[in-house]
């Protein structure tokens, strides 16, 4: 089968590489559409991202496809079923995993990062981290299964309650899933902060109450317009230290700040204290997605959250590269990878 192998930074090559046999409690999966993540970008580039690669592995842990082969032993799925695959996996044993806390577990392996991931024509995974994909949901919808799981996650800490006035900062794939979450969760008032005016546009499509131009609009002058008291949850797509040190500028009093973009390991953000001493903050951080891909795979085929405007380019296997070399990716939505 064709897959797109990382081997050193700046090289990824597609090559053609055995279908591994599934063990007893695994099955095989033909990939249909994987989406590619800031996680691919950050390897790719040579960063160190939100997880250890062993090269050469193929990239790609967000997608879906369909059961093509069954180890012995498995149960609960068939040929032919439709899927989507959470990409984490726990060790079970170690001290998070035995205190309710096992994404944050010591020994986590995952797919596309230190295991073989789905940048290819087929993929083998174990039976328990497959998840059915509903009747009404593309495969293209599907593979946006796994990043609303983690969006889920930094969502729940956020505790939005009905009324709440919300921020998100950054409305990119994340930040349009936060918008839509946060307006259904009761958010009376969903400010969506983006530079970008298409991307500013369509968080407004999908909820977004008011659009605000970080590099143009001023935010006090924006609240005052709207008669906006108090930011009570504000949550941070975008990653960036200026953007962490924006959220929590205009945090409101008693206010929430999800810092969910991923920064780089060596930013530094300046944090006055005193800020978070006066206006009594909350600051917290969001990793992985722990129990909530089933719930990712609801809110698609209820229609809560809708990804069709999110994806905006479909690329096949072969021309995996270029994506990366011509920065596609940074363009304004997900791109998806056609791997089949
Ligand atoms: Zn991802
Ligand atoms: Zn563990």
Request: proline share 3%; net charge negative; aromatic share 6%.
């Given at each position: 089968m064709k897959a797109a192998r990382?081997?050193?930074?700046?090289k990824l090559v597609v090559e053609d590489v055995p279908v591994r046999e599934p063990k007893e409690y695994e099955v095989v999966v033909r990939i249909r559409y994987s989406g590619i993540c800031g996680t691919d970008v950050h390897i790719f580039d040579g960063e160190k991202g939100s997880a250890e690669v062993n090269p050469p592995v193929t990239l790609g842990h967000e997608f879906s496809g369909d059961i093509v082969k069954l180890g012995?032993?498995?149960?609960k799925l068939k040929e032919g079923d439709r899927v989507s695959v959470d990409p984490n996996t726990y060790c079970g044993k170690c001290y998070f995993c035995a205190n309710g806390?096992?994404?944050?577990?010591?020994?986590m392996t995952g797919l596309g990062t230190a295991l073989d991931g789905s940048f290819a024509e087929y993929i083998t995974v174990p039976e328990e981290n497959v998840y059915l994909v509903a009747d009404n949901v593309s495969y293209e919808e599907a593979a946006m299964t796994e990043p609303i799981s983690c969006c889920i996650h930094g969502f729940d800490m956020t505790g939005v309650q009905a009324g709440d006035t919300v921020m998100v900062v950054g409305t990119g794939n994340i930040g349009l899933i936060m918008v839509q979450l946060a307006k259904h969760a009761g958010a009376t008032t969903v400010i969506a902060v983006e530079p970008n005016e298409k991307r500013r546009e369509k968080a407004k499509l999908l909820g977004a109450d008011i659009g605000v131009n970080?590099?143009?609009?001023n935010l006090d002058e924006v609240l005052n317009k709207y008669n906006?008291?108090?930011?009570?949850k504000v949550i941070?797509?975008?990653?960036?230290t200026s953007t962490a040190e924006y959220s929590v500028k205009y945090a409101g009093k008693g206010a929430m700040v999800m810092l969910f973009g991923l920064t780089g390991p060596d930013d530094i953000m300046g944090l006055h204290p005193f800020d978070v001493f006066k206006k009594e903050l909350t600051i917290k951080g969001s990793f992985v997605n722990p129990d909530t891909f089933e719930r990712a795979g609801r809110l698609l085929s209820s229609g809560v959250v809708k990804v069709d405007s999110i994806i905006t380019d479909i690329v096949e296997l072969d021309d995996i590269q270029k994506v990366f070399e011509e920065r596609l990716y940074a363009k304004d939505g997900k791109v998806l990878i056609k791997c089949f």
């Open positions: 990382f081997y050193e930074k700046g012995v032993s498995v149960e806390k096992k994404h944050l577990c010591t020994s970080p590099m143009s609009d906006i008291n108090n930011i009570d941070d797509c975008a990653g960036r």
